[in-house]
């Protein structure tokens, strides 16, 4: 846990009492003192440094200084097939952590009807993997996430319109594509990643026209888990200084 994540009702004048898990990392993770300086960062807010003014088993009292401002917003959104619930929990962290704007968990063909009932998904379990990213990645940006259970109305209603405003450039991974990462709009970018038996090709089909570029990892097939963040690197990677661009 590289930042301390907090929400804004929990802050009183410029102090912040913390009795739950938090308070538990501070002493028995980074076995802190009275005295010692930890970032924090206040949830889609500001970050600086908390200064431990007390602290005894299980509690936790900081004085803030918040004055420091997130980093820009990413400049990458990613259509994810959803995956098994477990690989999504560690997809999600990864992705968080590497800089993602939005991510759309999608249907598909080889995706199991069952993980769009999982608790993950049913009772937005999602969100605490989000927060874990960002204490990782240092960022108090909460990216977007929906759930879209048909692939055909996200790809012919949903996407368009997202397209139209957002630009950038369109990649979708697939054995058999280029070589090299489709160029286009390099502002920002749109990743498109299959579920693990791969898109079929009336999804294939689809994307191309939406406008994507497919490209191929490489001739190993990689787990999907393995996937999102080395694609996700080689697309920042080409995006270059657009990395570094807002919404």
Request: hydrophobic share 45%.
């Amino acid at each position: 846990m590289n930042l301390i994540i907090v929400q804004p009702q929990e802050i009183s004048g410029n102090e912040l009492v913390l009795v739950d898990q938090r308070a538990r990392h501070i002493h028995k993770v980074l076995r802190c003192r009275p005295g010692d300086n930890l970032r924090v960062g206040v949830l889609n807010g500001p970050m600086g440094t908390g200064r431990i003014i007390s602290m005894d088993q299980g509690r936790v009292c900081l004085s803030l200084r918040l004055d420091e401002v997130p980093p820009p917003a990413p400049v990458l959104d990613l259509i994810l097939a959803l995956p098994r619930p477990v690989m999504l929990k560690r997809i999600l962290v990864q992705a968080v952590t590497l800089g993602v704007n939005h991510i759309y968990l999608i249907n598909a063909n080889r995706v199991e009807k069952s993980f769009f009932s999982s608790s993950l998904i049913a009772e937005d379990g999602w969100r605490e993997f989000l927060l874990k990213g960002l204490e990782q990645a240092v960022d108090t940006r909460v990216p977007g996430l929906s759930v879209h259970q048909r692939f055909r109305p996200f790809i012919e209603d949903v996407l368009p319109p997202v397209l139209a405003r957002r630009g950038g450039g369109r990649i979708v991974a697939h054995p058999g594509g280029g070589a090299v990462i489709p160029a286009g709009g390099g502002s920002r970018a749109f990743l498109a990643i299959g579920p693990e038996g791969g898109w079929v090709d009336f999804e294939i089909e689809k994307f191309q026209a939406a406008g994507f570029g497919v490209f191929s990892p490489g001739p190993r097939i990689m787990r999907v888990d393995t996937a999102v963040p080395a694609l996700m690197a080689q697309v920042n990677m080409a995006l270059g200084p657009a990395r570094a661009g807002g919404r």
